[in-house]
């Protein structure tokens, strides 16, 4: 939600003269995306959001989320395509940073879904799983069950100042995942990160689909795990039965889940909750001074976590008997 | 340069739905003005600026503002036009703000000017000054001479700890401003921060100006002073008589200077140089914990005021003989 590289008009105006998208009009920097810096950008031709790619991205990264965008949009799905330049190269470097300019896309990020939104999200979901099926580059996901310990260990020593007995939950909690953690579940391309500020709607519709930068290879329904968590929780921590039976007949409407993935669905869910509380927990401990973003809850995570732990069944999530 | 209001999307389309402009299609919060939180809107008919007016802007002086721009749109001038709602108002409240929605205009601020881009700005200046001569309404200027006193006596205490020797150069310059302040200069409505953020330019044309929120009734040589500090200074400190000399006759080209004018012109350019070094130590010196702003450097101000001591004459500045 912040600016963190300025771009002058003089570097913008060489950047673009690489491209054949017209002059610029107008470019504003705008607060989407906590990890990169942003513009709206408005040529002769067109609009387009101008991405400066910070630190937290990881550079050799950047070409696999850049055929990724560019792959789901050739396949019809309403995602940022990266626009080439005329070497035919969507990455280039703009104010000491690496840049890309992808299509804008209309639309708005609804911060209460209703159930209506979460069964179009659930569909759109599971187009975007169905679109990336032929996709051949592979990135492992770096933020799954694997990297959880080591998050943790950066985090321990302070985690029960943030809540009591948050420590000792969350250690017994990572060794019953690690002995409960589905293997073989139907994988491909996850967007691993769809929460509502990801997600555009113009009407009860969904638009499109943005910020691919944490998108990577893991199980299918370890995703739809990740956007129950997202969308079919109130604000006062419950979870709303009909936005998860709206969220799940939406994915399954394009998309039928396997015996296998409907069984590990509330073990999913844990794992997803686990993640989002870990990177946002050791984001909490670490907030560098005058930082421009502030961090987000981890305990809502935690708390996500606990509900998860007394489900057995997906039926108590909202999948269809 | 931040978001301060977060405008949720259920309240924009009971905001928009008092308007006769359509249905939001997009809209981001943007990093423009420092003041207020602006939000791009595009919506089924047109692209918007939707501004929620924060507290340091007085909510009293918010109908003058928003006439001024009316007037001023209506005379031709290249300014965000504030939209009437269906009962013929233009002003309304959003997410707990005071807000309104503008007209979008095209065009980059230019932040290293060239001299034409300077000679530009000075006609389009003088465009301002002539297209609010007939507005009939005043506002008196709330950060001139008699404010400076009062804003010094707030930064005072600390003002040596921020360069050595400032306590001193400022008082004496506040006395001697005190005894050569002109009066009964041509008078009317002036923009008062026209500094590079607040002028869009496409190619070497002005485009648009832009944040009015600092407009009052003062004298026009004042608004030219204020322009040839903030455009004509190079970033090493230095004063390029060439950029001055462009603004000068740029101003001129549209509206002549009379003769007291232009023997004012030095002294109101300490006077303008003594004002956003107040403000900007003022700011200096009260950073709130967690500011999402970084503040302005006021000794760039107390530089350029100390160039201004040794003018004898405008046309040191740049001014046609």
């Known amino acids: 939600m912040a600016v963190y590289t300025e771009v002058q008009d003089e570097d913008l105006s060489a950047f673009l003269a690489t491209y054949d998208i017209g002059t610029v009009l107008s470019y504003k920097g705008i607060a989407e995306g906590v990890e990169n810096t942003n513009y709206f950008l408005h040529t002769t031709v067109a609009s387009y959001i101008l991405t400066l790619y910070e630190k937290r ?10 055929d990724l965008m560019q792959h789901l949009a050739k396949k019809g799905l309403n995602c940022p395509l990266p626009v080439n330049n005329r070497k035919g190269e969507a990455l280039g470097r703009l104010s000491g940073r690496p840049a890309a300019i992808c299509t ?30 032929d996709f051949e580059r592979v990135r492992p996901n770096a933020l799954s069950i694997d990297a959880w310990a080591l998050l943790f260990a950066q985090a321990e020593a302070q985690a029960d100042n943030v809540s009591a007995g948050l420590s000792r939950r969350t250690l017994q ?37 943005i910020d691919f930068y944490f998108a990577c290879t893991d199980a299918f329904a370890y995703d739809v795990a990740i956007c129950l968590n997202a969308w079919c929780f109130e604000v ?21 889940l396997e015996p296998g993935e409907v069984e590990a669905l509330p073990v999913l869910c844990r794992g997803s909750a686990m993640r989002f509380m870990l ?4 984001d909490w401990l ?14 809502e995570y935690d708390r ?18």
Chains 1, 2 share one sequence.
């Open 236 to 256: 006062d921590g419950s979870f709303n039965l009909t936005k998860g039976q709206a969220l799940l007949a939406g994915y399954q409407s394009v998309r039928r």
């Open 286 to 299: 670490n907030v560098p001074p005058g930082a421009l973003v502030r961090p987000k809850d981890p305990l």
């Open 104 to 133: 804008f896309l209309e639309g708005i990020a609804i911060r209460r879904p209703t159930a209506q939104h979460c069964g179009a999200l659930g569909a759109a979901l599971a187009k975007l799983h169905l679109a990336g099926s």
């Open 304 to 321: 996500k976590l606990n509900f998860h732990r007394h489900v057995k069944h997906a039926r108590e999530l909202g999948l269809a008997a």
């Open 57 to 66: 991205v990881k550079e050799t990264d950047l070409p696999f989320f850049i």
């Open 173 to 209: 909690e990572l060794k019953a995942l690690e002995a409960e953690w589905p293997a073989g579940l139907p994988s491909g391309i996850i967007h691993a990160d769809l929460f509502t500020d990801n997600v555009f709607f113009i009407g009860g519709e969904v638009s499109g689909l």
């Open 279 to 282: 990177t946002r927990l050791v």
